[in-house]
């Protein structure tokens, strides 16, 4: 987030924005529950096309995993997912409160241990151990200015929320 990104944008034209949806939220409660989509299709070689609503992305295997590298890491993916998102949550947040940025950054970044994914070692838990998130603010910010964005950005970064506190999944193969 640029301070470029942010001209014409602030607190009024955030709010004006939101406003409306915060009332019918309030009246509707079942209207703010929204399902959101992903698909993929297998493809050779161990990758997939991933529809981002924007173009198709071709996932396949990590290096560490015997990929050749050309092809998207869904755990990098997962880890640009968490990044947006934060990014666009600090955005919005610094907006409602008014605090001036001239810029804002985001990296993630995570462990990995291949043995688990690989199947090596029955011990070695298949995913992350540890995912970091740093904001890297510039601007003119008190101590308090950016403890708030830090504290209210992790709170309403829907990324960050699902995975710090997990949820309901579940994975099958429907027959036809």
């Not at 944008?9 to 406003?19: D, H, M, N, S, T």
């Not at 509707?28 to 297998?42: D, G, I, K, M, N």
């Not at 708030?148 to 709170?155: F, I, K, P, S």
């Amino acid at each position: 987030m640029e301070a470029g990104d942010r001209a014409g944008r602030g607190p009024q034209r955030l709010r004006a924005v939101q406003e409306p949806l915060k009332r019918r939220y309030r009246q509707h409660p079942e209207a703010a529950r929204v399902t959101l989509r992903a698909s993929a299709v297998a493809g050779e070689g161990a990758t997939c096309s991933v529809d981002t609503g924007r173009a198709l992305a071709r996932a396949g295997l990590h290096p560490a995993t015997g990929g050749d590298g050309r092809s998207l890491c869904s755990g990098d993916m997962l880890l640009q997912a968490l990044a947006a998102c934060a990014g666009v949550t600090l955005s919005a947040v610094a907006d409602s409160l008014g605090i001036a940025l001239r810029s804002g950054r985001v990296e993630a970044e995570g462990d990995l241990d291949f043995r688990g994914t690989l199947g090596l070692d029955p011990d070695t838990p298949v995913g992350f151990s540890a995912i970091r998130v740093s904001l890297l603010l510039d601007g003119d910010l008190t101590p308090g200015e950016r403890v708030r964005l830090l504290e209210r950005t992790r709170r309403y970064c829907v990324v960050y929320q699902t995975l710090l506190g997990g949820c309901a999944m579940a994975m099958e193969a429907p027959t036809a």
